[in-house]
């Protein structure tokens, strides 16, 4: 199975980049996606930081294991999943 980084972008500018080192191996791109989403609203109800004051701006950058951007997955999809299925 591949293995998935999860980069948080959390501002513009190599600064603004949290790079996941170790990824995550998943079944397929769905997967990884699901998995972004599930990190994503973890991250906005149990983190508080200085450095991010609105999550909803943040956005995981997924890479494959050659570094290679495979998708972006925006922190405010959240958003929209959970309105979209309730």
């Given amino acids: 199975m591949p ?20 990824g995550d191996v998943l079944a397929d791109l769905n997967a990884a996606r699901e998995h972004a989403l599930f990190v994503a ?20 950058e997924i890479t494959d294991e050659h570094g290679q951007l495979i998708l972006t997955v925006p922190f405010s999809d959240t958003v929209h999943e959970t309105e979209s299925g309730g």
Avoid at 3 to 22: I, K, Q, T
Avoid at 46 to 59: E, G, L, P, Y
């Fill in 3 to 22: 293995r998935y980084f999860f980069n948080l972008r959390h501002r513009l500018g190599s600064d603004g980049l949290a790079v996941d080192e170790e």
């Fill in 41 to 60: 609203r973890d991250t906005i109800v149990r983190t508080r930081t200085d450095i991010v004051r609105d999550w909803m701006v943040c956005s995981f």
